[in-house]
């Protein structure tokens, strides 16, 4: 089946560095990655929607120049936390959309951010 | 704006009982997905709902779908502590057309 590739799967930054999170479609062309935002014990929020080759769209509330998303090619969404600060400690998941899939989404494995 | 709306939060439940999760929405759409999530990892697909009395079923759960009523069911049949987890709707639709909005979750608990 369809797979997206999330990397890192956990990582652990200083306050005021940035970090980039990768998410890879194995097998498939994602026109479309959905980025999420999970906080414990709650639900999935969404950030932002990436278009390949174009800006992407984010949701009210979230800071784009915080929270770059870049969307260059079929299989390759990023998003990088800038100056992160502890309160972005947060699951990070992507997501895309299956053509063909009956209307399926796949979920990336998710990225663990820790801020200290 | 869509809203989302599962009941209960939590529940604890005996193994070998049945009960129900109820999945609310607030505006017309096609479609309605069930997902899992494990501790510390992302979402397992269960269940997707494309038309008005959609029912589905994967071993103990089961799945349906009342667009009219915009509500979806997912049935827990016989619970065993491998279904405890925490259990996500969510639906496509609205204005923004493939995504997706979450509902709170639903923390199961089985105990033996």
């Known amino acids: 089946g369809a797979v997206v590739s999330q990397h890192p799967s956990w990582v652990i930054c200083k306050s005021g560095t940035s970090v980039k999170i990768e998410c890879r479609s194995l097998?498939?062309?994602?026109?479309?990655m959905f980025w999420y935002r999970q906080f414990p014990k709650q639900s999935l929020m969404l950030m932002a929607t990436s278009n390949e080759g174009s800006k992407a769209t984010y949701e009210q509330g979230v800071e784009k120049d915080k929270f770059l998303i870049n969307h260059a090619s079929l299989t390759l969404s990023t998003l990088t936390v800038t100056s992160a600060h502890p309160e972005d400690s947060s699951f990070y998941i992507c997501?895309?959309?299956?053509?063909?899939?009956?209307?399926?989404?796949?979920f990336g494995s998710g990225t663990r951010l820790t801020v200290v | 704006e869509l809203k989302v709306e599962q009941n209960p939060l939590f529940l604890s439940m005996q193994e070998g009982k049945n009960y129900t999760i109820y999945c609310n929405y607030s505006?017309?759409?096609?479609?309605l997905y069930w997902y899992r999530q494990d501790p510390g990892k992302s979402l397992e697909s269960l269940f997707v709902l494309l038309s008005n009395g959609a029912v589905k079923q994967e071993g103990r759960l089961m799945a349906s779908l009342d667009t009219k009523a915009r509500l979806s069911t997912l049935h827990i049949t016989a619970a065993v502590h491998d279904l405890s987890a925490t259990y996500f709707c969510?639906?496509?639709?609205?204005?923004?057309?493939?995504?997706?909005?979450f509902g709170q979750g639903t923390i199961l608990t089985v105990h033996p």
């Open positions: 505006t017309t759409s096609d479609r």
């Open positions: 997501s895309a959309r299956v053509a063909g899939s009956g209307y399926g989404y796949t």
């Open positions: 097998d498939f062309q994602a026109t479309t």
């Open positions: 969510a639906v496509a639709g609205g204005t923004s057309y493939g995504k997706l909005t």
